[in-house]
């Protein structure tokens, strides 16, 4: 069946530094692809999304590429900022959104 | 639009009592998505809707649980008796179109004592 898998974390970095985290999936099909945040006692919140390949979505800063040929969707941001740090879940559309395991950033100043 | 809407935000209750969570979905979504989340599990799907019917409950931990969707704009999450191992967040989601992705709402944080 569909799967994803995000790196585990959690991650941590100094402010301005370059963020990756690296999540792959599996499916059947062209899938719609999401990351979504989840900030401190808050509910998740769409980040962003890319509904076929070659998209590139991006919002806050963050940008991630749906690639087909290495089925992965990484979050990109050039410069992390403190109230960058939060959860990270990679998700794709399945009859249901299927969801990674989420990795926690944190950012210090 | 405001957005999905739970109730409570946060419940404390002892153990052997009902609790019923609720939640209004954003109007216009036809799917509507209940979510339990914890530390050790993370996020689970309990059950979730599509035009007000149950889809899929494979989710629900047993039959303590139950959930209804009476109409399109209100759903309930019902657990009798609550234990200490049901404290978690609770989420409730709603979607037009899966591929467009989910709405969150803010959560009921639940505590069993």
């Known amino acids: 069946g569909n799967s994803v898998t995000q790196m585990e974390g959690p991650v941590t970095l100094s402010e301005e530094a370059f963020l990756t985290i690296n999540c792959t999936y599996t499916a059947t099909g062209y899938p719609s692809l999401f990351w979504y945040v989840q900030y401190p006692g808050e509910g998740l919140q769409l980040l962003l999304k890319?509904?076929?390949a070659d998209d590139k979505g991006s919002n806050k800063g963050f940008e991630a590429t749906y690639r087909k040929e290495t089925t992965s969707f990484h979050l990109e941001k050039g410069s992390v900022q403190v109230s960058d740090s939060a959860v990270y879940f990679c998700?794709?559309?399945?009859?249901?959104?299927?969801w990674g395991l989420g990795t926690s950033l944190a950012v210090n100043p | 639009d405001a957005g999905v809407i739970q109730s409570p935000r946060h419940e404390v209750t002892e153990m052997g009592q009902e609790v019923t969570l609720r939640c209004k979905p954003i109007?216009?979504?036809?799917?509507l998505f209940w979510y339990r989340q914890t530390m050790m599990r993370g996020l689970e799907l309990l059950i979730y809707f599509n035009n007000n019917v149950p889809i899929d409950d494979s989710g629900m931990p047993e039959d303590r649980f139950s959930a209804k969707m009476p109409n399109a704009s209100f759903s309930t999450l019902k657990i009798q008796p609550s234990e200490p191992r049901d404290s978690a967040v609770y989420f409730c989601a709603s979607s037009h179109r899966v591929d467009y992705g989910y709405t969150f709402g803010s959560g009921t944080r639940l505590t069993v004592v």
């Open positions: 890319a509904t076929k």
């Open positions: 998700a794709l559309s399945d009859i249901k959104l299927i």
């Open positions: 109007s216009g979504h036809d799917y």
